[in-house]
């Protein structure tokens, strides 16, 4: 029975791959594989920073000898661990690099040159990846991210000013979600804390609407989606206490 099983399982995964709809490795999003030369390196589905945590790729091409664009460093001389989030944040056609570093910066950067257009400092080192998205409906995009100083910041896209700042009672080091988890018309932000809490806050106000504390550390950056096809949304975090938490 298990060597059928194992079978089974071979030619799924083998099928799946030769169409090119591999449903079972993402949210709502077909991904195609395609061979891009020769030794038969194949582009295969990435997930970038949204909501619901779907990405794909279309096969461009593989880059074989990779040349430096260019480089920046950070002015307060901080390592970077943050994933950079790439996007047109400021609607002038170009698209933009926002990353964060250990020395407490969030920085912008034009995507061409790597020139700075704006940084924002924050009292401690930021791990956390920034989430980009319009939270208060205004047609505007903004930047969220938390930092070591406690605080989930959200910074307006155009000039990384300060829009609104959320305190916890530990150090923030994973990337928000954000989407409607409560079909009010109005995005939510949600992301953990090392004070052992998950937080729900209002995107236009940053006030908390609700909080749900764990065992320890939570340092998993939540998922957003319904999960159990009731028509609501869920939340799905880890915590360090060993559990995955649906909410």
Known sequence: MKKILILTIGIFLILSTISGSAAFLSFNQSMPIKTVNKTGICIWPIFRHDSKRTGYT???GAILNPKIRWTYYSPGKGGVESSAAIIDI????????VVGSWDGNVSSLNGDDGTIKWIFKTDGGVQSSPAVGDIDGDEELEVLFGS???NMYALCGLDGKKEWSFQTDGRVL???AIGDIDKDGEVEVVFGSEDHNVYALNG?????????ETGDHVKSAPSIGDI?????IEIVTGSYDGNVYAL
Not at 204 to 212: C, D, L, N, S, V
Not at 228 to 232: E, I, K, P
């Open 174 to 176: 994973c990337p928000p």
């Open 58 to 60: 279309t096969g461009i």
């Open 204 to 212: 236009i106000t940053g006030a908390e609407e609700w909080r749900f």
């Open 148 to 150: 070591e100083d406690g």
């Open 90 to 97: 400021d609607n002038d056609g170009r698209n933009d690099v």
């Open 228 to 232: 159990d096809n009731d028509g609501d």
